[in-house]
């Protein structure tokens, strides 16, 4: 059999000499002819030295190794590892991915080698649109897309407050105004903005210029002329419903 | 108190109404009072229904909690009330105006009082039943209230849990030190000293107990030293503390969850990595305790702050209110989080 190259790429230093010291063992003539210390490196490397095999950690700065080995289609064949990660291994299991978990064992990995040496004959690679089907599942777990904190001035810095912390949002001109059990601060972003990037299961749009978060609502009530009144949880200050926002309450 | 209205509670009134009213015919005939059970029965019908009505339609204007208007409300709706129903009785009953007040005023008035006196009891009824409904209302509220409360405690301590044994930390430390016994055996044991140091301090100690600042910082330290590891050159950090501060009471597991935050969403994902700054000072009423970074800082994407609301909730439960969590852009780049603890605190709530 022709030589064989490969890389591997790892962001922590002892774990790719770990591996390294593996490979001699299960296949002393395999080549590694270079280690990348994040996404960036290992990209580089195979653009480089056009390895057959790369070996990917998952978890890595700049670029992870999911979205290393979809820049390079085809190039080389892939094999991730990766410490711990439930979904990512179901996944590969399912998709029939190459993977190794740290600390990769003499015997799993003389068993990835067994089945890479057959692979290599046949040429067969990881389809681009599995992999890309993997980044796109994975990085849904990466949790919700809503708004979780905004920005304030404070002073001369900028402070964050989380919105689950934020009583209401109030239009103010043209920036919104934020206020928590601590006080009032200012976003600068118009409420209709920010309206769209909160969850709208929390944060209920009851006027054009008023977001409440539901959980501080004590109760809703219409006024002598019909209209409907917000009273908050220990705030003395009630807010308006416009009409078209009364059906978020049709179910209270 | 509130009295709220609907078309249902509305004829329900009526209704209960008409059978006191109906009571009532009954009792005055009994004693011999008025024109016979049929007059009787026309009058307290008409007379106690127009008032009900009267009373509920006030209801449309005076709301809310306000004792003095319903009093008001009452003191112009009862006699109006009877007045009218008086009338409208008379007129089923076939009686004349002129008849009425010319032949016979004493009687009229006789029942206006007899149906000022018997709407106040039942309007003193309905008060009542509308008191113990919702009391009970609100009893159920509070138990909902303690349920949700105990819940959320039992939340928060098996998130605690999970947070003191990440599995990917575990793994990647095991895989590091194993590798490290090859390579490089004393550095290899001096890491599994600090994972073991790690894993006593932040499970052996149970949540109820306090430990002292001193030992939570060694906690971190060793944390901090299994990433410096693993990391190598890519983090730097220091710890400062003032010595005096070291046997400060503390609650535990407050500390590395900042520490953790600043590792994975600030200095892990970046490039070149960056420093950990960690500093306690003490103020006139609170401690003051900082954990800064120079990594990626906040953007709208990244996952920064995913575990401090964690850790918001705990020093909700443990200081009730009187600790502060502040999240700050750092600068040139990165995060400071920085935890403001009062000095006094109630046992108790840290008790739970």
Redesign the interface.
Known sequence: MKEVKAIIAD?????R??LR?RLAEVWPELIVSGEAK?G?EALDLIHRHRPHIAFLDI?M??LTGMEVAEKIPGACRVVFVT???EYAVEAFEREAVDYL????SSERLARTVKRLKERLETGANVPAEILHRLITRLSED??S?H???V?VQ?GD??????V??VIYFKADDKYTLVIT??GESLVRKPIKELAE?LDPEKFWQIHRGTVVNARFIARV?RS?TGKGVVKLQNRPETLSVSNRYMHLFKQM | MEFRLNNKRFLGSLALTAVFNTIIALFLTHLGFGGGLRINFIFSQSIGLCMCSFILAGHY?V?GPSIPGHVILLLITMPAGATVGAFIGAQIAGFSFSEILSGRPAFFIQMLFIGILFGTMITYFFFSRERISQTEAQLQDEQIKSLTLEKKTLQTHLRLLQAQIE??F???T???V???L??DPTKGKAMLMDLTRYLRSSLSRTRDKMNTLGQEMDLVRAYLEIYR????E?LRYTIEVPGELRDVSFPPMLVQPLVENALKHGL????E?GDIFVKVEEDTDCYRLSVADTGLG?S??S????G??NV?ERLEALFN?KA?L????N?PSG?KVTMEIPHERSEGHYSR
């Open positions: 962001d922590e230093g002892p774990l000499q770990f010291a994040n960036k978890k700065p700049g410490a711990y990660d978990l740290k600390p990769v990466e949790g897309r708004l979780r904190y920005r404070h810095g900028v402070r964050l407050i989380p689950d912390e059990k601590e990037e009530s002598l | 204007f709301r599995p990917h575990l793994f990647n095991l895989s590091n194993l590798s490290l090859e390579s590891v693993r990391m190598g890519r892990e994902p970046r490039v990595g906040f709208e994407d996952g920064a702050g995913i401090l609301a918001r209110g502060r502040i999240l700050e852009e600068q995060l």
